[in-house]
């Protein structure tokens, strides 16, 4: 049966034809954590005795988490452990390929087949989700003292446009256990020695980029990723589209994407990348950028703040000690736009009471404070998180000692961001994103690659999202 959802149906049929997992049945998760890693740490119950909730109260449960493989996600399944022996609630994990999370969540809950009592959830997905009512609205959790200890969770903690991220309507859906936001990360020596400082405008971030250039030497002047995906490419243009004064509807309520403001924002992403960046980045993802700075090859990106952790990594970067950091350069508007990211949980609608509570529980767990800090700066491994999802945590002296090392302004670019630069309007907030972000996505890359000039990549675009807003 078609799924209705504010006008957009999507059917099981339309989902796997749409999707990498076409012609293959929702299987049970194929790469399980299904026993503790060697090496694993353990969390002390005894940190969170504070809580008054009684968290063996569903003992005997079974829930399996879908994630991407990632360190900050890995942290956490090497800590898991202590969940179980607090709750008694077994906990298994499938590492999904951030290409496949969002098919393969979507085909469980469209399905009903409860595969997933919860994953990590691109927060462009949520309106579909809530159109759908595949996910439980979560407000009733968190106001129950029978299973969250409000005081101790301290929800407000995190930040409130992480909190938005995962909300519909005023309703919260998710809890963000991590997140983003985009930065400016430059080469200090490379700017000191040209005499220049990081960028207040868009307009200076060309023009710093035009002093530094030098490929004859391997030096490029800027980068962004250009490589096609609604959380690629379209996790950088937004930004730009915000700072020139865009907005996504007309006076009717029309998604709109050829105004003046969104036509000069692809040809201000397209006019950089042609002259300044490397050859290729049309088709290059944060870790590639990530990797040629790291290199010594690039002088400034803009991306997420935690790729600190990629161009800090010893066994990879020439350039430590050589970075600097600087907030979204502002557009004409004088707005600062920093894209919004979440990996987040949401619960499966499709699971029994019992099994909702478990995982939420678990939810509850992996978003508290104590666990956040068991993952970061706590955490014995290599790997230190630099996304925690608690503002406390961003002035607890433990965490900032850590951050600090990763290059100047680290620190106070990243909280600042996460402040003062989230727009709710950054992308549109609709059920038929899907569609929607992936039409964009390739209008952004026709026009870095030359195969269209921006105004006429996006006049196409647009023909494509009219008919996905009415299908």
Known sequence: MPVRNSGLYISRRKLLGHSALAGAALAMP?????????????????AF????????????????????????????????????????????????????????????????????????ADPMYYPLYVANKWVEPLDAYLADPRITD?????????????RGSCSVGGKTYGIAYDGEATVQVYRKDVYDKAGIKPAETLDEFVANAAKVHDPSNRLWG??????????????????????????????????????????????WYTDLLRRYAPPGVENWNWPDIADAFGQGTLAVYIDAHNSAGVINDPQKSRVIGKIGFARWPKGPTGKRVTSIWTWSFPINAALSERKKKATWLFIQWSASKETQIATSYEFAGAYKRTDVNRTSLWQDPGYRKLMGGYGENFVEVTTASFRDDIDPEWRPLIPQWPAVGEIMATAVQAALVGQAKPKDALAEAQKQIDLAMRS
Not at 80 to 94: N, Q, T
Not at 150 to 162: E, L, M, R, S, V
């Open 150 to 162: 409000g005081a101790w969770f301290d929800y407000n903690d995190i930040p409130a446009g992480w």
């Open 222 to 267: 800027a980068a962004l990723r250009g490589f096609r995906g609604a959380g690629q490419n379209m996790y950088i243009y937004p930004s730009i589209f915000r700072e020139l004064g865009g907005e996504w509807y007309d006076a009717n309520r029309k998604l709109v994407v050829t105004t003046e403001p969104a036509i000069k924002a692809l040809e």
């Open 30 to 46: 194929s790469i399980l954590t299904t026993a503790r890693p060697v090496g694993a740490q353990s969390l002390s119950a005894s």
């Open 49 to 120: 005795a504070n809580a008054k909730i009684d968290w063996k109260q569903f003992k005997g449960e079974e829930i399996t988490v879908g994630v991407i493989p990632a360190g900050y996600f890995n942290n956490l399944i090497d800590v898991v452990g202590a969940f179980e022996d607090l709750s008694g609630i077994k906990v298994h994990f499938d590492k999904i390929p951030p290409g496949q999370i969002r098919q393969k969540a979507m085909l469980d809950l469209s399905s009903k087949t409860g595969v997933y009592a919860t994953h990590a």
